[in-house]
């Protein structure tokens, strides 16, 4: 991004840091050599998403971070006590919570119930996988030490514990890595004290969220061991209340229920009780909470493991599903009665403050959280079929002949709703991909009358107008989105109730039916087993590859680029929210290098590093807004989080950004599928666009060969860019303080930007160009936000 190979850091470690020239290091003590050309600093941050082979252990956060997005989604509340936004926290934590007790059941129901219970209750299975043989139960009950179902279901108990301890060491281990950042302490300003309606993002607690994140953690990580001593505990406890069970082991098990229902009810409360606090850094710890709550879970899943390996030599499992699998049922309710609540409670908000532009009318948020709860059925649902499948043999899951039973009935009718949900999808690529042809078709005459006096080129035309079409399919992502959960949400609905109604998988529940129907339901039972655990495989191999490939581990970064840049507000093991690294970082660097050299500087942004730039802006005082400039190109800020987003960023929160710095302008193109106009008072007084796109239709003797599209990178190459920030530079020497006013130079001070190739200083997008590193620059007189490291 700084266009030089010979490079140093100026401040910042390994994870994060600033980069000038080698030139320009001491730029600030020559600043007559300053006057005509500002000087980049580039801050790069790609280690935040994309570093070491850890990464990809991220992949199993997925449906965690999703859920982390549904909670920032909600539509604004001005209520005087954000009641409703208060109650849509919780609803939204109280999802993130049925994920994780999702995730780990299912490890339990692949440990417990399918290898321990079922496999190695089962001669045939326990012969066929030799290395259950420790563990085998004969016929009469006869085996080793570890045969008896309780000793097998506590020893299998080992798994899932130990996924419940790799995520909150994962959630720590980021924590302390990322997320503990001091945020920047400004004085109070004017517009501290008049504005009572702030932007949240320019708050002082908005990026540190260490109180909530540690009781969230806590609490997470006691519901993981509270689902395995429940899982653990069930079985045992149905067998001691069987005629002639051992009073003593009956009356420990009540204990353990008691006390798994006691930790149940703490870890609601502690979920529910409190959310963000944002109005100052909330540096307090709930010690108690943080450290009894999961200490104390650790305790009851050491008693029921207790409990479950005491002696009963009359104890047999001769097969069938470990007691207790009614959890998924539940699970699956609960989340579609939650994610129902959020969708009105979402319609409510939008309508007492309507905003044009607000993705789904307010159901943004209940349809993300939807799709977070899919991605962890396919997760959950993927795994045990696999299992099933492998340790089954020949059979087929639920239709009997096999080793084993298999996993539950109701996720076998989760997997079959597969491939209809797919079709939908298809269905909808399809018509989406008609539009594009016929809009393509009807576009090609405009595109040739924005080059007036080029020879028309019928290909060439097409390719533009192609191109033009295809990136507005992103304005279209709320009503595909909206579309496939509400389809999730019935299938979801329709095969919790098959399960329950009928207690058979889809192939035995079908039969008797009309062939067309009985021949439907064996199709997606088998396609669906099938393509859930495709999905599963596919999802190991990304993940594998991804820790030996840093390509790959920078592609899995793009991701976490958009959906890690909100903090940790709902799920505590969601993978790490890199703005409370960045944002301070950016912030600390623009105020105090401004409060050294009274300088000016211009921070330009590219796609997602403009969203940085941006919340990095509001968090600076009057004062040092005043030095600052503010240019944008390929901007998600209106088109994506304006819009999905809209409690942050919607139009009332850019319109006071723009008050905040009255220099800021906007670049967009019609080819760009991620930026566009901010739309701010019309958008007259910042966007400047669209921008040619090629900037030469054909050949000319300046460009006898074809101009590339460059659709959403490479602005810089636009001439456009150094007009508007040259501009900027102007406006703000224009606003500059009378010569000898600061000791430190506003007269001579070196213009710096950020971040990009000539001065200004910026963040940058993870657009696929460039070598993949996030970066983002600062010039005495410009500073540039980049995410991604596009190539300048």
Not at 40 to 64: C, K, M, V
Not at 619 to 645: C, K, M, N
Not at 685 to 695: E, I, M, Q
Request: charge should be neutral.
């Amino acid at each position: 991004m700084l266009g030089d190979p010979r490079i140093e850091r100026v401040t910042g470690d390994t994870t994060a840091a600033v980069y000038r020239r080698t030139d320009d290091v001491d730029a600030e003590a020559r600043p007559q050599d300053y006057r005509d050309r500002p000087v980049a600093e580039a801050y790069s941050w790609s280690n935040l998403t994309s570093g070491n082979g850890a990464r990809a252990l991220w992949l199993i956060l997925l449906p965690f971070m999703v859920a982390n997005l549904a909670h920032w989604m909600r539509p604004a509340d001005y209520g005087p006590r954000l009641l409703l936004a208060r109650v849509h926290g919780v609803l939204v934590r109280l999802i993130a919570l049925s994920l994780t007790v999702l995730l780990v059941a299912a490890a339990c129901e692949v440990a417990l119930d399918l290898v321990a219970w079922q496999c190695a209750g089962s001669a045939g299975c326990a012969e066929e996988h030799s290395w259950l043989a420790f563990m085998a139960q004969g016929p009469s009950g006869d085996g080793g030490w570890w045969s008896q179902p309780g000793r097998r279901l506590a020893l299998a108990a080992v798994v899932p514990a130990a996924l419940t301890l790799l995520l909150w060491w994962l959630s720590h281990r980021t924590w302390a890595a990322y997320e503990s950042q001091p945020p920047l302490r400004r004085p109070v300003d004017e517009y501290d004290r008049e504005a009572r309606d702030r932007p949240a993002l320019c708050l002082p607690g908005f990026w540190y969220g260490k109180r909530l994140v540690a009781r969230l953690r806590a609490a997470h990580t006691a519901a993981g061991f509270l689902t395995v001593a429940a899982a653990v505990a069930a079985a045992a406890t149905r067998h001691d209340r069987k005629p002639g069970g051992s009073a003593a082991l009956d009356a420990v098990g009540w204990l353990t229920e008691i006390l798994l229902v006691a930790c149940a009810l703490w870890v609601l409360y502690v979920v529910c009780r409190r959310g963000r606090k944002e109005s100052e850094p909330d540096d307090a710890l709930d010690e108690f909470t943080v450290r009894a709550l999961p200490g104390i879970a650790v305790g009851v899943l050491v008693l029921a493991v207790v409990h479950a390996a005491w002696s009963r030599p009359e104890w047999v499992s001769r097969g069938g599903e470990l007691p207790g699998d009614e959890t998924f049922g539940v699970l699956a309710v609960a989340q579609g009665l939650l994610v129902a609540a959020m969708g009105v409670l979402g319609v409510v908000l939008h309508r007492r403050r309507p905003a044009d532009r607000t993705a789904l009318r307010g159901l943004g948020s209940a349809s993300v959280a939807m799709v977070a709860c899919a991605l962890g059925g396919v997760m959950s649902g993927g795994v045990t079929q696999r299992v099933g499948d492998w340790l089954d043999g020949p059979g087929t899951s639920g239709m009997g002949g096999g080793l084993i039973d298999g996993p539950p009935t109701l996720l076998t009718w989760q997997s079959a709703a597969i491939p209809v949900l797919l079709g939908a999808a298809l269905a909808m690529a399809l018509w989406y991909l008609f539009q594009v042809s016929r809009r393509s078709r009807e576009m090609t005459d405009d595109v040739e009358r924005g080059y007036p006096g080029a020879v028309p080129d019928a290909s060439r035309s097409r390719r533009i107008a192609s191109t033009i079409a295809l990136a507005g399919l992103t304005d279209a992502a709320p009503r595909l989105t909206g579309t496939i959960a509400a389809t999730t949400l019935l299938l979801g609905g329709a095969g919790v109730l098959g399960a329950w109604l009928t207690g058979e998988v889809p192939g035995r529940a079908a039969d008797g039916l009309p062939a067309i129907l009985d021949g439907f339901a064996d199709t997606v039972q088998v396609l669906g087993s099938w393509l859930i655990g495709l999905a599963f495989v596919l999802f190991i191999t990304w993940g594998r590859r991804a820790y030996r490939d840093p390509s790959a581990r920078r592609t899995i970064g793009i991701l976490w680029d958009v959906g890690t840049f909100w903090p940790r507000a709902a799920h505590p093991f969601a993978p790490p929210c890199y703005a409370e690294r960045a944002v301070p970082d950016l912030a600390w660097r623009m105020a105090t290098w401004t409060e050294s050299t009274g300088g000016r500087l211009v921070i330009s942004g590219h796609s997602q590093g403009s969203v940085l730039a941006a919340a990095a802006v509001w968090h600076l005082d009057r004062v040092t807004r005043g030095q600052i400039a503010l240019l944008t190109y390929g901007s998600p800020l209106e088109r994506l989080y304006g819009r999905w987003f809209p409690a942050y960023f919607g139009p009332r929160q850019l319109h006071d950004l723009h008050q905040q710095v009255d220099c800021w302008r906007n670049l967009w193109r019609l080819t760009d599928p991620i930026g566009g106009p901010v739309r701010v008072n019309g958008g007259a007084d910042v966007d400047h666009g669209p921008l040619l796109d090629p900037l030469e239709y054909g050949r000319t003797l300046q460009h006898p060969l074809p101009a590339p599209i460059l659709g959403h990178g490479e602005y810089q190459a636009d001439p456009v860019f150094d007009e508007e920030r040259d501009r900027l530079l102007l406006r703000l020497r224009s606003h500059e303080p009378a010569a000898g006013s600061a000791a430190k130079g506003t007269e001579g001070a070196v213009p710096r930007q950020g971040a990009a190739e000539d001065g200004t200083a910026g963040t940058d997008s993870p657009d696929g160009t460039g070598d993949g590193t996030d970066e983002a620059g600062a010039d005495a007189a410009a500073s540039q936000t980049d995410s991604g490291r596009s190539s300048a």
